[in-house]
């Protein structure tokens, strides 16, 4: 699955430089998640380094994103521009 930052989100400014797919950006109220780049760090970290940065723990998964890990690493070939092998 995709994630998503909730309304909790206080504006820390600190997810959105640790995102390696550039998905984290500030939107009209909160920072906000792009479903079609986040992969939940599959391909570059064990673990979602937005969720381990966030002061407030604001990052759920996204339920209207339903993905499998081999979703997301596909998604993660794709943003990389790397084949399947």
Do not use: W
Request: with cysteine; charged share 20%.
């Amino acid at each position: 699955m995709a994630l998503m930052i909730t309304d909790a989100c206080i504006n820390c400014d600190v997810c959105e430089p640790e995102c390696p797919n550039n998905a984290i950006s500030a939107g009209e109220e909160i920072y906000v998640i792009d479903p079609q780049r986040c992969t939940e760090c599959v391909g570059h970290h064990d673990k979602p380094q937005c969720v381990v940065v966030c002061p407030v723990d604001c990052i759920p998964l996204n339920p209207d994103f339903v993905e499998s890990k081999e979703d997301l690493h596909a998604k993660y070939l794709r943003l990389t521009a790397q084949t399947v092998a």
